[in-house]
């Protein structure tokens, strides 16, 4: 047990010898740094990523039986609203690209009496959505949701000469508006 031990121990000290060697080879074949190069990278590529990462944490919506819970970018607190602050719900199946098609989409748009939105399709990715949500919010605000079949739409170049972001949002809301009021009339 004693020679397995004093094996160890010389291994130790003996280790950190060879590493040293070896970095001063790899840095002589490499004609540069290449330990200072991977601590710059380490500081400059991933360091940033990790704190995004850790501000990307509290972003989250949170639907109990008296309240629904948003968490932002970087919050540090969430957002509560009441069930009876939801002033409107829209269902929508997708949004329609710039060449014309359709991208099946689904999503549930809920805005509150504070002029405050919130889209579940803002934090994921695109597939099926639990209709089971749409029905618990609905029966928990008592409000009726409005389907719409798009609710992003790209503007036409001969509808906005200069593309900007304020005229983009604009176009947006008046398109989304008038597909929702097409599709109450036919109803």
């Keep these: 047990m004693r020679a397995v031990l004093r094996r160890s121990t010389h291994l130790e000290a003996v280790r950190p ?3 040293c060697k070896y970095e001063a080879w790899e840095n002589r074949h490499a004609q540069f740094n290449a330990t200072r190069v991977i601590q710059i990278v380490i500081l400059c590529v991933e360091l940033p990523i990790g704190i995004v990462t850790a501000l990307a944490i ?4 949170a639907f109990s039986d008296t309240e ?3 968490g932002h970018f ?3 607190h969430t957002a509560k609203y009441s069930y009876s602050d939801l002033k409107r719900i829209i269902q929508a199946d997708g949004y329609r690209l710039r060449d014309g098609s359709f991208e099946y989409c689904p999503v549930m748009i809920l805005y509150f009496s ?3 939105r919130w889209s579940s399709g803002s934090h994921r990715d695109c597939g099926a959505f639990d209709d089971g949500l749409i029905g618990f919010v609905e029966e928990k605000g008592h409000i009726q949701s409005s389907t719409l079949k798009f609710y992003r739409c ?3 170049r001969e509808i906005l000469p200069s593309i900007r972001t304020k005229p983009i ?3 947006i809301e008046v398109c989304c508006k008038a597909e929702m009021i097409c599709k109450e009339r036919s109803l």
């Design 154 to 156: 790209q503007p036409r």
């Design 74 to 76: 970087g919050a540090l």
């Design 68 to 70: 629904i819970r948003i």
């Design 114 to 116: 504070d002029d405050t």
């Design 58 to 61: 509290p972003i989250h919506a």
């Design 17 to 19: 010898m060879a590493s």
């Design 169 to 171: 949002q604009h176009a």
